[in-house]
């Protein structure tokens, strides 16, 4: 238990601060920085490169993964902690990425160190504690900015106090991230291109469909609270949003495995999918603040739902090629986030509403679904 509480709290640290902490403090940078949403759209998709860059440079590192796990926490502490000490644009874009490559870095070691050891313990069944720590560090970050709005903190304390959250946390599991674990060899890992190569049709369709995927959820999951408030601008209101959306997703990822009792990966996915897509347009369609909280529940409730089943699929199709079927597969859905946030950016800037955005992200992911139920290969 004590290695499953380690990496969901290591994996709240590098995705609800690292990453997504970005997405409750943006009403506050756009309040006391006057932050534009075209800037914010950069700022959110240069962490999304950095996380591109990290889980691609993963693959490559030959280095003991609880040594990448320790390094990787202290940089988050430190390059978010030092957003709220500078007012500089560039300087914000570098330290975005840096989190970004950092973020990844634990994501991809954490869950291979923790699912290892989880199952040479024979206690798989707690794999969903471990990436529950998503949805967990999305509810904190969300929480803590709504306390941190009420108080009347600006933007730059609530980013010293997330980094500073960010080291005690990073202490607190230290131990347990002891040396001892040996390097992880890139030389085991197989060529991406390897594994689209050999199995041509089947690799596309999970390629194409995990990067919209990235593209669908990524809109909401960096604007939610700024569309919030621009339907009620009270944060004691719009502020509920992101801690709604990081609770669907702590809990989805602790049902995934009982889910999956139930369906095939596959089916799994397809209704995530869908469900997502109506997350996402809902708020065209319904003007009001319950629309947005059920959209975060939508969205947020099938963010690790589509992820884990997502995996495992490829595990399916690939066996043995797994590796660098997800290597592209992430690669995939790192692209479709990075361009996400610029596009829902300016077509905001043209238009004054995320709606075009949103539309676009829910048409995408119905194609994904209906590319999924059509798709041919064995699995």
């Given at each position: 238990m004590v290695i499953a509480v380690a990496g969901l709290v290591?994996?709240?640290?590098a995705m609800g601060i690292g990453r997504f902490a970005f997405t409750p403090i943006l009403p506050m940078m756009q309040?006391?920085?006057?932050?534009?949403?075209?800037a914010g759209g950069w700022l959110a998709s240069a962490n999304y490169f950095g996380y591109l860059v990290g889980a691609l440079s993963a693959i490559a590192l030959e280095v003991r993964a609880t040594t990448v796990i320790?390094?990787?926490l202290l940089s988050i502490a430190v390059v978010t902690a030092a957003m709220g000490l500078t007012s500089d644009f560039i300087a914000w874009l570098i330290l975005r990425a840096l989190a970004g490559v950092a973020s990844a870095w634990v994501l991809v070691f954490v869950s291979a160190w923790s699912l290892e050891r989880l199952a040479a313990a024979r206690r798989a069944a707690l794999n969903g504690v471990v990436f529950a720590g998503v949805g967990a560090g999305i509810a904190l970050a969300g929480l803590g900015c709504l306390i941190l709005m009420h108080l009347r903190a600006t933007s730059g304390t609530a980013w010293i106090i997330f980094g500073v959250l960010s080291l005690l946390l990073s202490f607190a599991v230290w131990p347990v991230y002891a040396s001892g674990s040996r390097p992880i060899s890139p030389r085991s890992?197989?060529?991406?291109?390897?594994?689209?190569?050999?199995?041509?049709?089947?690799?596309?369709?999970?390629i194409f469909c995990y990067g919209v995927f990235g593209f669908g959820y990524i809109i909401p999951a960096t604007f939610l609270p700024a569309m919030a408030k621009q339907i009620i601008p009270d944060p004691a209101?719009?502020?509920?949003s992101w801690p709604v959306f990081g609770a669907a997703a702590m809990l989805s990822a602790l049902a995934v495995?009982?889910?999956?009792?139930l369906g095939a990966n596959r089916r799994l996915w397809i209704a995530g999918h869908t469900l997502m897509a109506i997350g996402v347009v809902l708020p065209v369609f319904w003007?009001?603040?319950?629309?947005?909280?059920?959209?975060?529940?939508?969205?947020?409730?099938t963010l690790m739902l589509v992820t884990m089943a997502a995996i495992q699929e490829a595990r399916d199709v690939t066996g043995a090629r797994a590796r660098g079927l997800i290597a592209a597969m992430t690669a995939g859905f790192a692209i479709g986030q990075i361009v996400g946030p610029i596009a829902a950016s300016y077509t905001v800037a043209s238009s004054g509403s995320f709606s075009t955005a949103l539309l676009t992200a829910a048409a995408l992911l119905a194609a994904g679904a209906w590319a999924l139920s059509r798709a041919k290969y064995a699995a």
């Open positions: 290591a994996l709240a640290i309040e006391d920085a006057g932050l534009s949403v075209t320790r390094g990787a890992a197989t060529n991406p291109i390897d594994a689209v190569r050999h199995d041509n049709r089947g690799s596309i369709v999970l209101v719009f502020g509920w495995p009982g889910l999956r009792r003007t009001g603040i319950v629309a947005i909280i059920l959209a975060a529940l939508l969205v947020g409730g």
